[in-house]
T-cell receptor
Framework: NAGVTQTPKFQVLKTGQSMTLQCAQD?????MSWYRQDPGMGLRLIHY???????DQGEVPNGYNVSRSTTEDFPLRLLSAAPSQTSVYFC???????????????FGAGSRLTVL | GQNIDQPTEMTATEGAIVQINCTYQ??????LFWYQQHAGEAPTFLSY????GLEEKGRFSSFLSRSKGYSYLLLKELQMKDSASYLC??????????FGTGTRLQVFP
């Protein structure tokens, strides 16, 4: 199993450019989410989805857009990149509902984004 | 609001025991998670507590007190490979999993 696959691993953008970070999972997980990780700030939730067609905002949603047209894919769009969006981005997924394993996140390998 | 506090850094010696504390204040509580993250890598799941008490898993144990908003991760028989960041995360009332800033543990020989 591939688990959670993120692309690209590295990206350099200029201020004002737009781009999409791709995330795909093959575990049939209902729940998918995007985090950014910055030094001293920990992992901060950007957007999340509990199923196809359903998305919601996390702690730091401004400047980012998501959609969930299929169970497998959850792309993150940067509409107009800013230097403050320089970060490492992680996509993560889990099964939903009750039980011990619900919400145990499986993370992708991360995407390192630099905005100049 | 949501607040999760952990120490920023800790050091320990190989073979020793270390306890990493986590205190939280969240709107609702549906479980507390510990993740391990090696430098440059993705976080990986270590443990989960939803009821008060101790959960043991090999060299790692995690404790939860819901009334005190407190958890700790106990690492025994420390090995060099345990040098990593340890992230405390709380699932609050919604589906969101909120992370603390993490504790960077350095294990010395």
């Amino acid at each position: 199993n591939a688990g959670v696959t993120q692309t690209p691993k590295f990206q350099v953008l200029k201020t004002g450019q737009s781009m999409t970070l791709q995330c795909a999972q093959d575990m049939n997980h209902e729940y998918m989410s995007w985090y950014r990780q910055d030094p001293g700030m920990g992992l901060r939730l950007i957007h999340y989805s509990v199923g196809a067609g359903i998305t919601d905002q996390g702690e730091v949603p401004n400047g980012y857009n998501v959609s969930r047209s299929t169970t497998e894919d959850f792309p993150l769009r940067l509409l107009s990149a800013a230097p403050s969006q320089t970060s490492v981005y992680f996509c993560a997924s889990s099964s939903a509902g009750g039980g011990v394993w619900a919400n145990v996140l499986t993370f992708g390998a991360g995407s390192r984004l630099t905005v100049l | 609001g949501q607040n999760i506090d952990q120490p920023t850094e800790m050091t320990a010696t190989e073979g020793a025991i270390v306890q990493i504390n986590c205190t939280y204040q969240t709107s609702g509580f549906n479980g507390l998670f510990w993740y391990q993250q090696h430098a440059g890598e993705a976080p990986t799941f270590l443990s989960y507590n939803v009821l008060d008490g101790l959960e043991e898993k090999g060299r790692f144990s995690s404790f939860l007190s819901r009334s005190k908003g407190y958890s700790y991760l106990l690492l025994k028989e420390l090995q060099m490979k345990d040098s990593a960041s340890y992230l405390c995360a709380v699932r609050a009332r919604t589906d969101k999993l909120i992370f603390g800033t993490g504790t960077r543990l350095q294990v010395f020989p």
